[in-house]
Nanobody
Framework: QVQLVESGGGLVQPGGSLRLSCAASGRSLSIYAMGWYRQAPGKQRTLVASITSDGITNYPGSLKGRFTISRDNARNTVYLQMNSLKPEDTAVYYC???????????WGQGTQVTVSS
């Protein structure tokens, strides 16, 4: 069984920073990539960033430059550094694992990020 444990969310003022962490554990854990998704109230869950075991990153939207994904393969841990946060970044952030089949197979419980003054 695979477990993903997220941490680092919270309340931050606009312009502030947060760093999210996600540690993965489990038997026979075969990871192709790890990533962060987010879901705001009433909206779909969308990919924020992903990183492969080789360190190749992907930022599908316009967040590159403010958000940076990184990874510690030895610890099966992925991080999301979020800078210059805006109220529209408010969402539940989910960690996920992409297995060797190239599908997002496992999900964390989510961590709330609220950007508000």
């Amino acid at each position: 069984q695979v477990q993903l444990v997220e941490s680092g969310g919270g309340l931050v003022q606009p312009g502030g920073s947060l760093r999210l962490s996600c540690a993965a554990s489990g038997r026979s854990l075969s990871i192709y990539a790890m990533g962060w998704y987010r879901q705001a109230p009433g909206k779909q869950r969308t990919l924020v960033a992903s990183i492969t075991s080789d360190g190749i990153t992907n930022y599908p939207g316009s967040l590159k430059g403010r958000f940076t994904i990184s990874r510690d393969n030895a610890r099966n841990t992925v991080y999301l550094q979020m800078n210059s946060l805006k109220p529209e970044d408010t969402a539940v952030y989910y960690c996920s694992i992409m297995g060797l089949g190239r599908t997002w197979d496992f999900w964390g419980q989510g961590t709330q990020v609220t950007v508000s003054s």
